[in-house]
């Protein structure tokens, strides 16, 4: 006879796990109280609660109205000009975060890379201006197909510092999916990589955008990434393996200012229901929003 658990059901939880005391009194929330003072002000006062948040954050044009609400539409810190690659970065490079670790990474086959703030800097930098000698400029569209590497994160942040949209597309998706999502954003460049490791196998990437490139006329560069090593096809004139086209990079690129309102990124529903439908995501609501979620979530 097999013993059944009791449990009732495994959505409901009572239990209250209380954080140690010395941790609780060096966190940003120190307790439940403090935390729901923090939610009845973002309630009662958004205007005045995401004013003070967004003051954190570096404007090269201060706005001139936190939001503007005409249901169902809402425009974040109205008339401001700002960067979100130049608030992850340049920004704590006065500080002494320069030398700390912004990236740690491990690779499934074990390989590791510590990534500070000063060089996650000027490997964005170095790929922004390639992108610009690419042809990506301010309000291109570039789609983002990779492995979970460090290039990945590189790859968002250059889109942004030079004002380009990204859209990032999971590795594990079809030549199909990924040829939808070029198509619908009109991705006039896509960042991959050779391949990458999932679960123990090499997955080829590079054969994917191929495939899903020649149906996208928008597309008129490709960016590849070398992590496995595998052979690719090659197009002369339109891809570019990512570590020619960054050595010959300058390392300094100033961050373009962009309207709070500019399109940051789009990211697409899965499409198993019907046509993948694109989330849009603009660069100072979303900024300050991730901003706050982290630093309260994650303390």
């Known amino acids: 006879m097999t013993h059944q658990p009791d449990i009732e059901s495994i959505l409901k939880e009572g239990r209250v796990f209380p954080p140690p005391a010395e941790f609780a009194e060096k966190a940003h929330l120190k307790s439940m109280d403090e935390y729901r003072r923090l939610y009845d002000r973002s309630i009662d ?58 990236i740690l990474w491990e690779g499934e086959p074990g390989d590791v890379r510590t990534i500070t703030y000063d060089q996650l800097h000027a490997e964005v930098s170095r790929f922004a201006n390639a992108l610009k000698g690419l042809g990506v400029e301010a309000g291109d569209r570039v789609a983002i197909y990779m492995p979970m590497v460090p ?72 960016v590849v990434v070398r992590r496995t090593g595998q052979d690719v096809e090659w197009e002369d004139g339109r891809d570019h393996w990512y570590h020619d086209v960054v050595a010959a990079a300058d390392r ?48």
């Open 151 to 222: 290039e990945l994160a590189i790859a968002c942040l250059a889109c942004a510092r030079i004002g380009a949209a990204h859209s990032v597309v999971f590795g594990g998706f079809s030549a199909d999916a990924l040829r939808d999502r070029i198509l619908d954003a009109e991705a006039k460049a896509v960042i991959t990589a050779d391949g990458g490791y999932r679960k123990g196998a090499v997955l080829p990437l590079k054969p994917q955008v191929d495939e899903a490139v020649a149906e996208c006329p928008s597309v008129e560069k490709v």
């Open 45 to 102: 006062d958004p205007e005045g609660f995401f004013g003070e948040v967004a003051g954190a954050f570096h404007w090269f044009e201060p706005f001139q109205e936190v939001l503007e609400w005409e249901v169902p539409h809402a425009k974040w810190f109205v008339g401001g000009k700002t960067n979100i690659a130049y608030n992850c970065l340049d920004r704590h490079l006065v500080t002494g975060r320069r030398n700390k670790a912004a």
């Open 252 to 299: 300094v690129c100033e961050a373009t200012p962009v309207d709070s309102e500019q399109l940051l990124f789009t990211l697409y529903t899965s499409g198993t229901t019907g046509k993948p439908k694109g989330i849009v995501h603009t660069t100072a609501g979303y900024m300050v929003g991730t901003y706050l979620t982290t630093k309260y979530v994650f303390d």
